[in-house]
């Protein structure tokens, strides 16, 4: 049975607590543009490993505190 | 709208024009049977001054199409100093990973359509068809590819392109 990982984020409510941080800072502290961060928001793109880590690095915690991926059965 | 979208569709409309100018124009000539379908020369010199309008036409639509987008900011920040307009120039047209990986996607595409033309031209070559019609598939299909590029473009702009 062929599995299928759907990588999420938790980037929307980072910036909430990151005192309101628009998509436009972020974008610029990440050096992308703020597309990439709304398609990122939206699950319409999965960043590389490095941007990844980036958009981390910006909120100050671990990789994983920000991405997740889930696992999906194709029966599911 | 993005930069990138507007970008892109500035780019298919400029490849539209050539390639129309380019149908009207060849088919006008064949039409008027004011050259053979034949003339290898006649089609090797119009596709190759038909390259050049079309670089030359997207560059300057490019370039236009540049100005007036610093224009509408300039505009748009008026009251702003010029440092914080530059600035929001450059973070407009700011070009990451996400635009690299569309473009190299799209440009797939592109090429699928021109190899399908390719061989499409090939085996009407087999079928004895003239060297007109060979060519004209040839580069009709890569500009129907280049088109398409454009298109697709469009597409993972709005999609989004997933997990991988």
């Known amino acids: ?76 | 709208m993005s930069y990138q979208e507007k970008k892109t569709i500035v780019s298919i409309i400029s490849g539209m024009f050539v390639l129309v100018a380019y149908c009207v124009y060849v088919v006008g000539k064949y039409q008027s049977q004011a050259v053979s379908p034949n003339d290898l020369k006649f089609c090797g010199v119009i596709m190759l001054v038909f390259i050049g309008i079309g670089i030359a036409a997207t560059i300057i639509i490019q370039i236009l199409f540049h100005i007036a987008l610093s224009v509408g900011i300039a505009v748009r920040e008026r009251n702003c100093d010029e440092k914080v307009i530059e600035k929001e120039i450059a973070r407009t047209i700011i070009e990451d990973e996400m635009d690299r990986l569309i473009e190299l996607k799209a440009m797939r595409i592109g090429l699928i359509i021109g190899g399908i033309g390719f061989v499409a031209a090939l085996v009407s070559a087999v079928f004895s068809y003239s060297v007109a019609v060979v060519l004209n598939i040839m580069f009709l299909s890569f500009g129907l590819g280049s088109l398409a590029e454009g298109a697709m473009s469009l597409y993972y702009y709005r999609k989004g392109i997933g997990d991988g």
């Open chain 1, 1 to 76: 049975m062929a599995e299928k990982f759907k990588i999420t984020n938790s980037i929307r409510r980072r910036r909430f607590f990151a005192d309101e941080m628009t998509q436009q800072e972020l974008a610029e502290k990440a050096g992308v543009s703020r597309q990439t961060i709304i398609a990122i928001e939206a699950g319409k793109y999965s960043p590389s490993l490095e941007l990844a880590f980036r958009i981390a690095h910006v909120f100050g915690v671990e990789i994983g505190e920000v991405f997740d991926y889930e696992v999906k059965r194709d029966s599911e």
